[in-house]
T-cell receptor, first 114, second 111 residues
C-alpha cells in the first residue's frame, strides 16, 4: 500500500522567510502533483512533476522531484501572507490498464505571520 | 461557469437516511473521482471511473456506492448514512494527462 507522508503538518512562518515542505512516498512513482487548498475551498493545482529531477517554479513557490529518493519538496521563498493555505502533495500510480490514480499526503497547513 | 459542479453544497441528514451527492462536469473528461476529506487525513479515494462503463473501488468504498450516468455525471450514494461519514466530499475529473480538477465540495453532516 502506498504511503505518502508530508512534513511538517503545521507550519507558521514570518513574512519574508524561506521554508521547505517535504513529501515522502513509499513506492516507485515518477509523477507527482502539488495542490493548494484555501480554507473552505476546493483544491487548486499548482505543479505537475513528471520525471526524476523535474523542477517547476511559479512566483515564490518551487517544486522538485527526486524519484530515486522518493521525495518531493515545495520551497517557499520570501513568504507573503497570500501564501497561507494548506498544501497537498499527491503521488500517481497506475492501474493495470495504464490509468492513473492519486494518493494524497495529509497536507501541510501553512500560516504566514506578518 | 464552473467546469466541475457538485450538488448539494451542504447537507445535514440523519443516521440511516439514504443520501446522493451529484457531480457534473463540462470539461469533456472521461475520468471522474470521488474523495472524502477529513481533518488531518488529507483526501482519500472512495470510487473512480475511467469511462462510462468502468467503476472501481478506492481505498474507502465501504458504505458508499456510485453511478456513472453519462460521461459528464458521476453520483455518490450513501445507502444508510452514519455519523462517521460526516466529511467534506470532493468530485474530480481528469483527462489522459492525469492532472485532476476538483469541484467545490459538498459538506455533509450526519446526525
Amino acid at each position: 500500500e502506498l504511503k505518502v507522508e508530508q512534513n511538517p503538518l503545521f507550519l507558521s512562518m514570518q513574512e519574508g522567510k524561506n521554508y521547505t515542505i517535504y513529501c515522502n512516498y513509499s513506492t516507485t512513482s515518477d509523477r507527482l502533483y502539488w495542490y493548494r487548498q484555501d480554507p473552505g475551498k476546493s483544491l487548486e493545482s499548482l505543479f505537475v512533476l513528471l520525471s526524476n529531477g523535474a523542477v517547476k517554479q511559479e512566483g515564490r513557490l518551487m517544486a522538485s522531484l527526486d524519484t530515486k529518493a522518493r521525495l518531493s519538496t515545495l520551497h517557499i521563498t520570501a513568504a507573503v501572507h497570500d501564501l497561507s493555505a494548506t498544501y497537498f502533495c499527491a503521488v500517481a500510480t497506475f492501474t493495470n490498464f495504464g490509468n492513473e490514480k492519486l494518493t494524497f499526503g495529509t497536507g501541510t497547513r501553512l500560516t504566514i505571520i506578518p | 461557469d464552473a467546469d466541475v459542479t457538485q450538488t448539494p453544497r451542504n447537507r445535514i441528514t440523519k443516521t440511516g437516511k439514504r443520501i446522493m451527492l451529484e457531480c457534473s462536469q463540462t470539461k469533456g473528461h472521461d475520468r471522474m473521482y470521488w474523495y472524502r476529506q477529513d481533518p488531518g487525513l488529507g483526501l482519500r479515494l472512495i470510487y473512480y471511473s475511467f469511462d462510462v462503463k468502468d467503476i472501481n473501488k478506492g481505498e474507502i468504498s465501504d458504505g458508499y456506492s456510485v453511478s456513472r450516468q453519462a460521461q459528464a455525471k458521476f453520483s455518490l450514494s450513501l445507502e444508510s448514512a452514519i455519523p462517521n461519514q460526516t466529511a467534506l466530499y470532493f468530485c474530480a475529473t481528469s483527462d489522459f494527462r492525469g492532472r485532476q480538477f476538483f469541484g467545490p465540495g459538498t459538506r455533509l453532516t450526519v446526525l
